[in-house]
């Protein structure tokens, strides 16, 4: 199983959107509404910030938001804030029991 | 609070093996399935495998890179996943992580580091 990709970097000013592009294939990300969305600072366990496509746990800003078309998943990421740098990862279900993880995109606010 | 605590990682050389502990506290473990998650330094997540419950037969999967070394499996009376890792590469090396399925990865552990090197 390949892992989904994402661009490497994505950049914003504060208060901007920024939106982080996660692509796979029918047999995972398009074949499944299981996609879930990961934030990492340095150092720290990765927290959970989208999951079911679009769906936010509590306690996490409406800022952040998910969606789906075809084999691309997509974070975005509204009114940008400091806090808000850090790595992202997206995960699907892919089927056979498994999941896999996106190659991660590192948010940079400007 | 749901708590997961890593445990066992260490220094260990090529060839050897390790078993990695996850305890858990703070919800129902055994209503719990259970993964496994890997990142090398500077690198991105690699899921591992799971583990599901006594109700789903305990079944488990693990990810084709590991599959017939690593070993996942859980003692629901301890709350603990565990994680058995036999002949070990230098391409281990890396955090691992136990993490709850609860809607997603919804809780993560701190992490233990292994390190494979002679």
């Known amino acids: 199983q390949s892992a989904l990709t994402q661009p490497r970097s994505v950049s914003g000013s504060p208060g901007q959107s920024v939106t982080i592009s996660c692509t796979g294939t029918?047999?995972?990300?398009?074949?499944?509404?299981?996609v879930s969305w990961y934030q990492q600072h340095p150092g720290k366990a990765p927290k959970l910030m989208i999951y079911?496509?679009?769906e936010r746990p509590s306690g996490v800003p409406d800022r952040f938001s998910g969606s789906k078309s075809g084999n691309t998943a997509s974070l975005t990421i509204s009114g940008l804030q400091a806090e808000d740098e850090a790595d992202y990862y997206c995960c699907s279900f892919a089927g056979s029991d498994t999941d896999v993880f996106g190659t991660g995109t590192e948010v940079t606010v400007l | 609070e749901v708590q997961l605590v890593e445990s066992g990682g260490g220094l260990v050389q090529p060839g050897g093996s390790l078993k990695l502990s996850c305890a858990a506290s703070g919800f129902i473990f055994s209503g719990s399935t259970i993964h496994w998650v890997r990142q090398a330094s500077g690198k991105g997540l690699e899921w591992l495998g799971r583990i599901r419950t006594k109700a789903n037969t305990y079944a488990t999967t693990h990810a084709e890179t590991v599959k017939g070394r690593f070993t996942i499996f859980r003692d629901d009376s301890k709350s603990t996943a565990y994680l058995q890792m036999n002949s070990l590469k230098s391409e281990d090396t890396a955090v691992y992580y136990c993490?709850?399925?609860?809607?997603?990865?919804?809780?993560w552990g701190q992490g233990t580091l292994v390190t494979v090197s002679s």
């Open positions: 029918s047999t995972d990300v398009g074949g499944y509404n299981y």
């Open positions: 993490t709850r399925e609860f809607l997603a990865h919804d809780s």
């Open positions: 079911a496509v679009t």
